[in-house]
């Protein structure tokens, strides 16, 4: 048995698939790591395999056709076989002190027959070409060093959220939520942490700058002109939230806020990057979206519509939108994100 299971999906990989594997690899066999290579024209495959050759007891390559990030992910928690299981991107990497860090929390949880379905730790924001580094921490939202449940968090401040970055999970929570993501589908990092929140209720933070956000290469999917070429994926995505919260069925107050103002979040980053491309045909996307979400659930609907954000987000006119791309850029000066 595994304690932990990193899951790296691997699409052309080559040039960065090193620095993110050796970042991971510790003395012992308490951990696995899980290359899929998606499909990937360049040397990935090969270089995978020359890791199993070297690690055989450590590291597994799994070949298949593209399926994209999600389906990457989806074979990944297939062939978990640790306790725990987190995702991380061929591009990212983390940090080694932070990772021992990490490593002997777990062990102490198993030691101690304590079950947590979710650990949070710290992420930094590497910016390509900036020297300032962007830590997204939860110090503030968090008690440090013991297990806790929704009750007991304190509020997020706008643009802070639990992402694919902070998590890890139990792997076995995962799988008996049937958990899957969308195939040949980009931004499903934000369903990987959502849909699942329903069934977490044990929680444990690491206060720790773990994992390394390596963002700014101009192919990278999360950059803006990227996300506007791709927005109909990113759509796809935000309405995939939508259809999976149930205001309703979420008993936990504190839990029904976080998950609110989560999709409140995408839903203001799908709306501003409408906006942004200057496309007629976006700007009627983004009416088409707000009316998803109307008649989806009028409740939720309500909810975000008429708080700050989706009120900047749907002022009339020119004007209006000049007004709510101002919003977005103090956002990402204040915030740090892409």
């Not at 890791?51 to 999600?70: D, F, M, T």
């Not at 304590?114 to 020297?131: A, C, R, W």
Request: net charge positive; hydrophobic share 40%.
């Amino acid at each position: 048995m595994k304690l932990l299971s990193f899951i790296i999906p691997c699409y052309n990989s080559q040039d960065y698939m090193d620095r993110c594997i050796s970042s991971l690899l510790v003395e012992g066999e308490e951990i696995e790591i899980l290359i899929i290579n998606d499909g990937s024209s360049d040397l990935t495959g090969r270089i995978a395999e020359d890791y199993v050759a070297k690690y055989p007891s450590i590291v597994r390559v799994v070949h298949q056709e593209n399926l994209g990030h999600g389906g990457a992910v989806n074979t990944g928690l297939r062939y978990a076989a640790g306790l725990f299981v987190k995702v991380v991107d061929s591009d990212d990497w983390v940090d080694r002190n932070a990772y021992q860090k990490i490593l002997m929390t777990l062990k102490k949880l198993i030691t101690e027959a304590k079950s947590v379905d979710m650990v949070v730790s710290n992420f930094v924001y590497e910016k390509q070409g900036k020297k300032h580094r962007k830590v997204m921490r939860y110090d503030k939202n968090f008690p440090e060093e013991r297990i806790f449940t929704w009750e007991e968090i304190q509020a997020f401040r706008k643009g802070q959220y639990i992402l694919m970055h902070s998590i890890i999970y139990r792997t076995n929570l995962l799988k008996e939520c049937h958990f899957k993501l969308p195939e040949h589908t980009f931004y499903v990092d934000n369903l990987f942490v959502f849909k699942p929140l329903e069934k977490v209720e044990k929680i444990y933070y690491v206060n720790v700058d773990f994992y390394r956000y390596f963002i700014g290469r101009e192919d990278q999917s999360v950059n803006e002109k990227v996300m506007i070429k791709r927005i109909d994926q990113q759509l796809k995505v935000n309405k995939l939230m939508i259809d999976g919260i149930s205001i309703e069925e979420i008993t936990n107050p504190k839990l029904r806020q976080y998950m609110l103002n989560y999709l409140e979040i995408i839903t203001v980053i799908s709306t501003i990057l409408l906006i942004r491309s200057g496309k007629k045909e976006n700007l009627k996307k983004k009416k088409e979206l707000w009316k998803y979400l109307k008649e989806k659930d009028i409740q939720l609907y309500n909810t975000i519509r008429y708080g700050v954000m989706g009120r900047l987000m749907n002022i009339p006119g020119r004007l209006g939108r000049s007004i709510s791309i101002s919003a977005y850029k103090l956002s990402q000066k204040i915030v740090g994100f892409n």
